[in-house]
Nanobody, 129 residues
Framework: DVQLQASGGGLVQPGGSLRLSCTAS????????IGWFRQAPGKEREGVSC????????YYADSVKGRFTISRDNAKNTVFLQMNSLKPEDTAVYYC??????????????????????WGKGTLVTVSS
């Protein structure tokens, strides 16, 4: 049973920081790239960041590059998203999912087109003063 669970969301003021975690089970974690996605109210779900299976390559949406950092600890079956300098427009439900790099994928993160097949339940990040 493939399971992914995002956690760590909450309410933070603009300029603040949060670290999200994605814990996974039910599959060989280090065989898969993992991505973070978000969906703001009334908007389509968008790709935020993804990391290769080994952690050797990372990709970021232009909107978060320089502010967010993705990392993974394969020994703990966990991917992290460190979010700094948060802005109100970062407010969204954040999801993690398994990722494959595919030319026909549904999401684009930076220059990479990807598919996201196994999803976890999201965690809400609210950036507001």
């Amino acid at each position: 049973d493939v399971q992914l669970q995002a956690s760590g969301g909450g309410l933070v003021q603009p300029g603040g920081s949060l670290r999200l975690s994605c814990t996974a089970s039910g599959f060989t974690f280090d065989d898969y790239a993992i991505g973070w996605f978000r969906q703001a109210p009334g908007k389509e779900r968008e790709g935020v960041s993804c990391i290769s299976s080994s952690g050797g390559s990372t990709y970021y949406a232009d909107s978060v590059k320089g502010r967010f950092t993705i990392s993974r600890d394969n020994a703990k079956n966990t991917v992290f998203l460190q979010m700094n300098s948060l802005k109100p427009e970062d407010t969204a439900v954040y999801y993690c999912a398994t990722v494959l790099f595919r030319q026909w994928g549904s999401f684009i993160i930076g220059t990479m087109r990807i598919s996201a097949d196994y999803w976890g339940k999201g965690t809400l990040v609210t950036v507001s003063s």
